[in-house]
T-cell receptor
Framework: DAGVIQSPRHEVTEMGQEVTLRCKLI?????LFWYRQTMMRGLELLIY????????DSGMPEDRFSAKMPNASFSTLKIQPSEPRDSAVYFC?????????????FGPGTRLTVL | DQQVKQNSPSLSVQEGRISILNCDYT??????FLWYKKYPAEGPTFLIS?????DKNEDGRFTVFLNKSAKHLSLHIVPSQPGDSAVYFC????????????FGQGTILTVHP
């Protein structure tokens, strides 16, 4: 089975440019989480969806960040305009919300560098 | 407000010995605790979990202990192997319907041959 798929794996862009990160969930999963990892803040949750509906976006740092789930298996995280302080590794994770520990399965991440 | 804390940024252990990774939390509403392992250039992978109504869960070389009164959990790896060298994150799951996890900062474990 394919795991969570993220693209691109690496992104280098200049300040002010729009950046779009993509994530494909594991088939059958109904929850989607976007995280950001930095040295200063560790692994922080940005936003999560359940059944395509955004449940909690309190971790989204600013209005420059937006996330969507156009369908049940795919999500995008957009940063417009990007800034150097957005440089980080961005992970998405999916899970099946059906009881138990709700194990989240992470993608390999996108390393974003904003110059 | 950091609800989950891993106060040791790094830990170095000799192969074959025990590794003990610690985690403290403040949110008494967490109903599950999970440990994830992360290798460089990869996403975190689930390792082991424990329900808040348990005090111990064991899976092979990995055991997680939960002390609710102290709001403390620990991960024991016995015996430690060089392949265990990675960053370990503990996380608490909030008592909501949607499985939100709050992660600690992570501890870098290095197991020397």
């Amino acid at each position: 089975d394919a795991g969570v798929i993220q693209s691109p794996r690496h992104e280098v862009t200049e300040m002010g440019q729009e950046v779009t990160l993509r994530c494909k969930l594991i088939s059958g999963h109904n929850s989607l989480f976007w995280y950001r990892q930095t040295m200063m803040r560790g692994l922080e949750l940005l936003i999560y969806f359940n059944n395509n509906v955004p449940i909690d976006d309190s971790g989204m740092p600013e209005d420059r960040f937006s996330a969507k789930m156009p369908n049940a298996s795919f999500s995008t995280l957009k940063i417009q305009p990007s800034e150097p302080r957005d440089s980080a590794v961005y992970f998405c994770a999916s899970s099946f919300r059906g009881g138990g520990g709700d194990t989240q399965y992470f993608g390999p991440g996108t390393r974003l560098t904003v110059l | 407000d950091q609800q989950v804390k891993q106060n040791s940024p790094s830990l170095s252990v000799q192969e074959g010995r025990i590794s003990i990774l610690n985690c403290d939390y403040t949110n008494s509403m967490f109903d599950y605790f999970l440990w994830y392992k992360k290798y460089p250039a990869e996403g975190p992978t689930f390792l082991i979990s424990i329900s808040s109504i348990k005090d111990k869960n064991e899976d092979g070389r990995f055991t997680v202990f939960l002390n609710k009164s102290a709001k403390h959990l620990s991960l024991h790896i016995v015996p430690s192997q060089p392949g265990d060298s990675a960053v370990y994150f503990c996380a608490g799951r909030g008592g909501t319907s949607y499985g939100k996890l709050t992660f600690g900062q992570g501890t870098i474990l290095t197991v020397h041959p």
